[in-house]
């Protein structure tokens, strides 16, 4: 029998795919328990409905991700911090820190954890680092770390 699974079912697929099941199985545990609906021609109309649906919320996704990455291209972000005589930073410029300041000084609103920092900033100067925006879209943020007054 063929149903459109409206769940991720372990071993037999994901949400929005068409399996066959033992006729059985399906009448007995995947149809009472509303984890798939039978393929009728209604149901797989409206399968492939929000399947064209899904792709476009997705496309439009991986735009406004290249997007946010070309805004990124050309901003410089600020960040005042204390350090010690030898110009060692007391604590570090956190991911947090830079999504604020990002956010203040241009306006752009990118969540701490998409910023992409292997080492900690500890130290006055500049620096590049990834944000991943997405979709497999990415975007560098020059962060540059000067002395609080």
């Known amino acids: 029998m063929k149903v459109i699974l409206q769940q991720d079912v372990k071993g037999k697929g994901k949400k929005g795919q068409m399996v066959e099941v033992a006729e059985g199985y399906a009448r007995n545990f995947l149809l009472p328990k509303n984890l798939a609906v039978p393929a009728t021609a209604g149901n797989v109309a409206i399968m492939k409905k929000q399947e064209k649906a899904k ?34 930073l007391f604590g570090s410029i956190t991911s ?54």
């Open 55 to 88: 792709q476009a919320q997705i496309a439009q996704e991986i735009e406004e991700a290249k997007a946010a990455a070309k805004k990124l291209e050309g901003c410089v972000v600020t960040i005042e911090a204390r350090a010690g005589e030898n110009g060692k």
């Open 96 to 149: 947090k820190e830079i999504s604020e300041a990002l956010e203040a000084q241009h306006g752009i609103v990118i969540e701490k954890n998409r910023i992409v920092q292997n080492d900690p900033i500890k130290a006055y100067g500049r620096f590049e680092l990834k944000a991943k925006l997405g979709h497999e879209v990415t975007g560098t943020i020059n962060v540059i770390v000067t002395e609080a007054k």
